[in-house]
Structures are given as structure tokens and as C-alpha cells.
């Protein structure tokens, strides 16, 4: 069956600009995750979505980002006014349920590159 | 909160030579433990995990972890590695709460012929 799918793959955009990505999660999936995995941080988790709801909104990097998930599916991250920092590529995972027993799958991910 | 430590950030192994690619984690009250493998220019994809009981896991490709609690570690081996098994290799943990998995920095994992 289809996976984790991400739109766009690449994205350059210019330092200041918004840019918005896209994850599409394993049909039937209710818990979504997003990741970032940068050089100098390694991998990162961002926010987890069960449902439309977002518990826990304190791992976003900064209040630039944001994140919404609608109809339980599809999960939007929107970066504004990017910064050179921001580059690094954004993950996307989803699982079965929240909790840890539930295997997360990934993503290919959007790579960022701020310029 | 969980913190997670990949000691190498690179292991060059000859083909069909054993590996064991570290990971300690901070101590918690109650750990999930995980090894995922990345591929060039792929996503993540889970090799194992452990969550609770007999302290070997066995994952995909011939690979297995040992939980130890004692020492805090979570080692992943291969007895004979292959050319394909080069790859990035990322140890993470969680406590457990339906929230997101920390990782480690990554283990690149370099097979030599």
C-alpha cells in the first residue's frame, strides 16, 4: 500500500519568504509526527498530531513554525519568514495510534535549503 | 526528558565482518528503545525495537539489539555485514507517552570490500 508521502521533495526559497509543507500520512493513520533532521542537530521531533490536536506544541523551534493537521489526514508545516537556519530536511511520520507500542513510518522527507 | 548517545559517528567494517554500533541512553523510569537505518536519500525505516521482556531483540536483515539496563545500552550487531547494510544508522528512545522519539546523532556505518 502507499506510504508516507511529503510535497514538494525540494524546496529553495529565499530568507523571509513563508513556505508551507506538506505530509500526507498512511491511510487509517491517527497519530502524525513531524521530525527535522539538520546537520549540526541531527534528527529533531518538531509536534505530534493525534487526531486534529496538537498536545504539545513546545518542541517547534521557534513561534515562525507552525503545524495544523485537518480531518484527521493531511498535516500542513508553515515556516514564516525563513531564516538560513531553517535548512535542513523535514520529516514526516505517521502510526496506527499515538504511543510507542505503534511503529512510526517515515516519510522521504523535504529537503529546505534557505538561501 | 530522554537524551540519546551514538558514541561513533563513523564504523568502517569489512564485508562479512562482524559490527556492533553503540547507543546509550539516559535513565528513565521506563524506556522504549529503538534502531532505525536510513539509506542514501531515503527515509527511515525501523530495524527493531524493544519495549519490554526478553532483553535480545531480533530485527529485519540479521541485525539484533541487547537491552541492558544496568549499563544503560542498547547496542545493535550484525554477525557477517554486507555491502548494502552502508547506511546511517540512528538509535532513538522515548518514555514512553504517545509523543516523539529522540534520536541519536547517527552511526554512518561503511562497508569495505
Known amino acids: 500500500g502507499a506510504g508516507v508521502s511529503q510535497s514538494p521533495s525540494n524546496k529553495v526559497t529565499e530568507k523571509g519568504k513563508d513556505v508551507e509543507l506538506r505530509c500526507d500520512p498512511i491511510s487509517g493513520h491517527t497519530a502524525l509526527y513531524w521530525y527535522r533532521q539538520s546537520l549540526g542537530q541531527g534528527l529533531e521531533f518538531l509536534i505530534y498530531f493525534q487526531g486534529n490536536s496538537a498536545p504539545d506544541k513546545s518542541g517547534l523551534p521557534s513561534d515562525r513554525f507552525s503545524a495544523e493537521r485537518t480531518g484527521g489526514s493531511v498535516s500542513t508545516l508553515t515556516i514564516q519568514r525563513t531564516q538560513q537556519e531553517d535548512s535542513a530536511v523535514y520529516l514526516c511520520a505517521s502510526s496506527l495510534e499515538g504511543g510507542q507500542i505503534y511503529e512510526q513510518y517515515f516519510g522521504p522527507g523535504t529537503r529546505l535549503t534557505v538561501t | 526528558a530522554q537524551s540519546v548517545t551514538q558514541l561513533d559517528s563513523q564504523v568502517p567494517v569489512f564485508e562479512e565482518a562482524p559490527v556492533e554500533l553503540r547507543c546509550n541512553y539516559s535513565?528513565?523510569?521506563?524506556?522504549?528503545l529503538f534502531w532505525y537505518v536510513q539509506y542514501p536519500n531515503q527515509g527511515l525505516q525501523l530495524l527493531l525495537k524493544?519495549?519490554?521482556?526478553?532483553?535480545l531483540v531480533k530485527g529485519i536483515n540479521g541485525f539484533e539489539a541487547e537491552f541492558n539496563k544496568s549499563q544503560t545500552s542498547f547496542h545493535l550487531r550484525k554477525p557477517s555485514v554486507h555491502i548494502s547494510d552502508t547506511a546511517e544508522y540512528f538509535c532513538?528512545?522515548?518514555?514512553?507517552?504517545?509523543?516523539?522519539?529522540?534520536f541519536g546523532k547517527g552511526t554512518h556505518l561503511i562497508i569495505q570490500p
Open positions: 535513565s528513565s523510569v521506563s524506556v522504549y
Open positions: 532513538a528512545a522515548s518514555g514512553g507517552g504517545a509523543d516523539g522519539l529522540t
Open positions: 524493544y519495549l519490554s521482556g526478553s532483553t
